[in-house]
């Protein structure tokens, strides 16, 4: 009898731009996060007091599309490929759509690190990347299974990414990433001498 796969882990990855009815212009962008973090004096107490290595504006600023347009238009491109993913992953949602209930900016300087983590408290979470220099660290995904292994052998090198136990993606300037929230991730050290700049988010079901 053939092998099937079951109880399947999704991954979406697209161009954010590709859903935008208005193209979010990332120079633009990434000038704004490198702004907003420069001046979030809060963000940057929070950073130091809790031994964040460079910048998130993830405990200071709750409400950037409230703020800066740049995000505003960030949020609506973000809700058209929530929608597309929400299809695929065949939610039922009752006639709802799910809303953004978190939206922070990351910037990571050489060396710096974001350990293994969930985002509680939402359905939907992913990340767009602002600036991605050359050598820095691709987004590592864990499967969430491996608690639960026990005595299960490594897997060879050359297993077919659905079956290994970590799974690394490189994403680039413009990439949109969204996996369901209970996937464990992490940001290994950002080797480049340039930082590295992302905008993260969560969405639940309201």
Known sequence: MPTTSLFVTRLYRANLNDLAKKKVDYAELAASCNAIA???????????????????????????PWRFPIF???????????TAFCDDLAFDLGGKKLKLNGLW???LPEGGTHASHIH?????SGTTYVQMPEGTSS???????LPMMMMSPLRRKDAPEELRQFVYV?????????WESWLRHEVPMNMSEQDRVSVSFNY???
């Open 38 to 64: 420069e001046d979030d004096e809060a963000g940057q107490e929070w950073c130091e007091a809790n031994g964040y290595p460079g910048y998130t504006s993830y405990a200071s600023l709750d409400d950037l």
């Open 72 to 82: 505003k238009g960030l949020e609506a491109a973000l809700d058209r490929h929530v």
């Open 105 to 107: 900016i990351n910037i």
């Open 120 to 124: 509680p408290h939402s359905v939907i």
């Open 139 to 145: 987004l590592k995904l864990e499967d969430p299974r």
């Open 170 to 178: 490189a994403p680039v300037v413009g990439d949109v990433l969204m």
């Open 204 to 206: 639940g079901w309201a």
